[in-house]
């Protein structure tokens, strides 16, 4: 294999391995943003003095509405995302254990499942923070995308 094309299958390992933290990022937003619909839908808006009075149709529908809206919209979307985490998870941590070395599997889970630094896996597996990058190279070429 040629460099050029050891990096990009590289990329798409890594790709692969960061799906589960990416939609665990996607849901920490709605949730984020669900608190705030629901705030500002509680909230009472004052007078915007600043906008200039347009003649046309008023605009008739209460001012929390469309936070509530959103709240129902992110809700459905949040109740879709857990189950697909849960399952990219699995995926994620099956695919890892077919390297069949335990250490370098460990590397790729604290990596990838459970967000860690570099300082913090090396704790973990008792290694300096070079040896477990050298670890997660090795781990990454060893590492088969299941599709």
């Not at 809206?69 to 189950?83: A, G, M, S, V």
């Amino acid at each position: 294999m040629e460099p050029d094309e050891m990096e990009v299958n590289r990329m798409d390992k890594k790709t692969y391995l960061c799906r589960y933290h990416n939609l665990m990022r996607r849901i920490e937003h709605l949730e984020k943003d669900i608190e705030r619909c629901r705030q500002l839908a509680s909230s009472i808006p004052g007078p915007n003095y600043d906008r200039p009075v347009v003649d046309g149709t008023r605009n008739l529908e209460a001012p929390f509405v469309k936070w509530v809206y959103r709240e129902l919209e992110d809700e459905e979307e949040l109740k879709k995302l857990r189950p697909e985490a849960e399952n990219v998870k699995t995926e994620t941590i099956d695919a890892i254990s077919g390297i069949g070395d335990t250490e370098l599997e460990s590397v790729l889970i604290y990596r990838y499942i459970y967000w860690n630094s570099w300082n913090e896996i090396a704790d973990k597996v008792y290694a300096s923070s070079t040896q477990v990058r050298r670890l997660h190279d090795k781990a990454l070429e060893l590492f088969e995308v299941s599709k």
